[in-house]
């Protein structure tokens, strides 16, 4: 071999070494390109897990907040009434009781 020869080999064993080191960089590229993507997809799965349980707890808590209102409204109705009837028998009570004065009074002359 003369050293035109070697020199030429040097050069090509160079460039192979070159190549390979230039894929591996390219590989190491696209690994760390598609772990980042990987990386991004999950915080965007975790960012529309998070709004998702944030709207079912807010649904549960204007449904119980709707409940109790309701809840409240029966309870406010009911107390309505009882003090209806219990004006109501107060007022016939009342009433019987002047009707018996009366007819005693009348009883009396």
């Keep these: ?23 591996e960089k390219e590989e190491e590229e696209k ?5 980042e993507e990987k990386e991004e ?36 109705k009911e107390e309505k009434e009882e003090e209806e009837e219990k004006e109501e028998k107060e007022d016939k009570v009342e009433e019987k009781e002047e009707t018996e004065d009366r007819e005693e009074e009348e009883d009396e002359r």
């Excluded at 690994?31 to 772990?35: F, G, M, N, T």
């Excluded at 915080?43 to 709207?55: A, I, L, P, W």
């Design 41 to 76: 997809e999950e915080k965007e799965d975790e960012e529309v897990k998070e709004k998702e349980d944030k709207e079912e707890e807010d649904k549960e808590k204007e449904e119980k907040e709707a409940k109790e209102e309701k809840k409240k409204e029966k309870e406010e």
């Design 31 to 35: 690994e760390k390109e598609k772990q």
């Design 1 to 23: 071999m003369d050293k035109e020869e070697e020199e030429e080999e040097r050069d090509d064993e160079k460039e192979k070494i070159d190549e390979e080191e230039n894929e």
